[in-house]
T-cell receptor
Framework: QKEVEQNSGPLSVPEGAIASLNCTYS??????FFWYRQYSGKSPELIMF????GDKEDGRFTAQLNKASQYVSLLIRDSQPSDSATYLC?????????????FGKGTHLIIQP | NAGVTQTPKFQVLKTGQSMTLQCAQD?????MYWYRQDPGMGLRLIYY???????DKGEVPNGYNVSRLNKREFSLRLESAAPSQTSVYFC???????????FGQGTRLTVV
């Protein structure tokens, strides 16, 4: 069973603080991991992808991957009200079965001014 | 740059009616996907096309058919719409199946 688990939230963070979003996945052989942001009524928008263990930074965003523990996280530094959205974790599973990304149900993030 | 374009944006169907959702991408991507998004269920893969000329079932294919018309276009057909198919449908594309996917703006479909 391909599963991607996220805490649905809402996660409330003060403006300027660090928001930490977490995701776990069930297939140890997974190779590709993605974070998407989705505003209400809009389509998912790619924020970052990560393929290797460790951290990957892009501006205020840092993705962290730990394949041994099967989790991937997204840190948002200096959180802004415009970061308020639902964040979707996606995993490309290895092995047989349908290809394409498997998505978590998303974490609703609220940045409080 | 248009990216991934879906038509229509909104549609209301009566139970039993058929329709085709259209999707086109201008990024020269090889792989294309159809997802549906329902409250509390997240995004679920309906069908995908890893490359031109191939299509495969995803997680929830029942009640749908697809056509990869050419490298740019991937359509989703509902032959006999049911209220359970009320959802938001997203088309996406990627260079390959293991690379990042880019989404269209979505089609909000209501079946009454």
């Amino acid at each position: 069973q391909k599963e991607v688990e996220q805490n649905s939230g809402p996660l409330s963070v003060p403006e300027g603080a660090i928001a930490s979003l977490n995701c776990t996945y069930s297939d140890r052989g997974s190779q590709s991991f993605f974070w998407y942001r989705q505003y209400s009524g809009k389509s998912p928008e790619l924020i970052m992808f990560i393929y290797s263990n460790g951290d990957k930074e892009d501006g205020r965003f840092t993705a962290q991957l730990n394949k041994a523990s099967q989790y991937v996280s997204l840190l948002i530094r200096d959180s802004q009200p415009s970061d308020s959205a639902t964040y979707l974790c996606a995993v490309r599973y290895s092995g047989g079965g349908a290809d394409g990304l498997t998505f978590g149900k998303g974490t609703h993030l609220i940045i409080q001014p | 740059n248009a990216g991934v374009t879906q038509t229509p944006k909104f549609q209301v169907l009566k139970t039993g009616q058929s329709m085709t959702l259209q999707c086109a991408q201008d990024m020269n991507h090889n792989s294309m996907y159809w997802y549906r998004q329902d409250p509390g269920m997240g995004l679920r893969l309906i069908y995908y096309s890893a490359s031109e000329g191939t299509t495969d079932k995803g997680e929830v294919p029942n009640g749908y058919n697809v056509s990869r018309l050419n490298k740019r276009e991937f359509s989703l057909r509902l032959e006999s719409a049911a209220p359970s198919q009320t959802s938001v449908y997203f088309c996406a594309s990627s260079v390959k199946t293991n690379t990042e996917a880019f989404f269209g703006q979505g089609t909000r479909l209501t079946v009454v």
